[in-house]
Nanobody, 124 residues
Framework: QVQLVESGGGLVQAGGSLRLSCAAS????????MGWYRQAPGKQREMVAA???????NYADSVKGRFTISRDNAKNTVYLQMNSLKPEDTAVYYC??????????????????WGKGTLVTVSS
């Protein structure tokens, strides 16, 4: 019952920048970790960046120093600022969020939700 919608993808030249946004909506009790994965053609999905509800961040080595993840808890939105883009950054970028859920059996627990993805293409 939680929906994630990404935006901000597009076509850029190598060395350029893009800013991705992902807004969560629906039956949200609370959101814990949020972040971004990406999947290039013919490759498996890989984690790009993650951020906790307290603001702690984690980055893939390939993007460290170039990408910055941030979030606005009041808006249930996570951002990914991508600078110095390289052709190898070309991929579909997927937003995820671990949202707190409740059930009669389990009580409160975290469950992952995924967006449908936004395409980033970096030309050389």
């Amino acid at each position: 019952q939680v929906q994630l919608v990404e935006s901000g993808g597009g076509l850029v030249q190598a060395g350029g920048s893009l800013r991705l946004s992902c807004a969560a909506s629906g039956s949200i009790l609370a959101i814990n970790d949020m972040g971004w994965y990406r999947q290039a053609p013919g490759k498996q999905r890989e984690m790009v960046a993650a951020i906790s509800s307290g603001g702690s961040t984690n980055y893939a080595d390939s993007v460290k120093g170039r990408f910055t993840i941030s979030r606005d808890n009041a808006k249930n939105t996570v951002y990914l600022q991508m600078n110095s883009l390289k052709p190898e950054d070309t991929a579909v970028y997927y937003c995820y969020a671990e949202s707190e859920n409740w059930s009669d059996i389990k009580g409160y627990y975290g469950m992952d939700y995924w967006g449908k993805g936004t395409l980033v293409t970096v030309s050389s």
